[in-house]
């Protein structure tokens, strides 16, 4: 089975701070993706990767930057964590670039900044 | 541009009853369909998808999906649902990239 997993199910910051959301695949996959989970809004894609060190912006990548200095390894940084980035977390990944490929799932890290 | 809607955000069935979440599309071409679960405390799982094909599709936990083209819908239902069924559902269409419906809580009761 696959399985992703993302650094901590639940985090607090504050505003001004630097956070880092990681997220780890174990299947070689090629695709990654970080998504944000708001009710009413559904998931919304803020970046995805095809490949070690190669970023392409999703829909919502204002207020955020991303790094995948390995493979199996995509994280996700804050800059500067504001409130209106308080929210749900979703890391997923693919095994090929091919859009309609199945994405898999972490179990997401819920994010409160104060 | 693609895009999908869940026009019920939340419902409520009893055990046993049988189910169906609606899903609506806009898109020009033939477009790929999936619906996912995500229990609580979960990420998602693809319950199903949609190519082509025969348009009655089936996923696991006992969910069929059947793919409409004439009303842009791609409805997921079950005959008789159980209490682990308690999820939220994603429709989801690609097209360029995969775009989320805003989803449908489920609750079931007793």
């Known amino acids: 089975d696959v399985k992703v997993t993302q650094s901590s199910r639940y985090l607090v910051k504050r505003t001004g701070e630097k956070v880092f959301l990681e997220c780890v695949q174990d299947?070689?996959?090629?695709?990654m993706f970080w998504y944000r989970q708001d009710p009413g809004l559904g998931l919304r894609l803020i970046y995805f990767?095809?490949?070690?060190?190669?970023?392409e912006k999703g829909d919502i990548p204002e207020g955020y930057s991303v790094s995948r200095e390995k493979k199996e390894r995509f994280s996700l940084i804050l800059e500067s964590a504001s409130t209106n980035q308080t929210s749900m977390y979703l890391c997923?990944?693919?095994?090929?670039?091919?859009?309609?490929?199945?994405?898999?799932f972490g179990p997401g890290t819920r994010l409160t900044v104060l | 541009a693609q895009s999908v809607t869940q026009p019920d955000i939340h419902i409520t069935v009893s055990e046993g009853a049988s189910l169906e979440l609606r899903c609506n599309y806009s898109?020009?071409?033939?477009?790929?369909l999936f619906w996912y679960v995500q229990s609580p405390g979960q990420g998602l799982q693809l319950l199903l998808k949609?190519?082509?094909?025969?348009?009655l599709v089936q996923g696991i936990k006992g969910f069929e999906a059947e793919f409409k083209r004439s009303q842009s819908s791609f409805n997921l239902r079950k005959p008789s649902v159980h209490w682990s069924d308690a999820a939220e559902y994603f429709c989801?269409?690609?097209?360029?990239?995969?775009?989320f419906g805003t989803g449908t809580r489920l609750t079931i009761i007793p």
């Open positions: 997923a990944s693919s095994l090929s670039p091919a859009v309609t490929d199945t994405q898999y």
């Open positions: 299947m070689d996959h090629e695709n």
């Open positions: 990767s095809y490949d070690v060190k190669m970023k």
């Open positions: 898109y020009g071409a033939t477009p790929y």
């Open positions: 949609y190519f082509s094909g025969d348009t």
């Open positions: 989801a269409v690609v097209a360029e990239k995969l775009t």
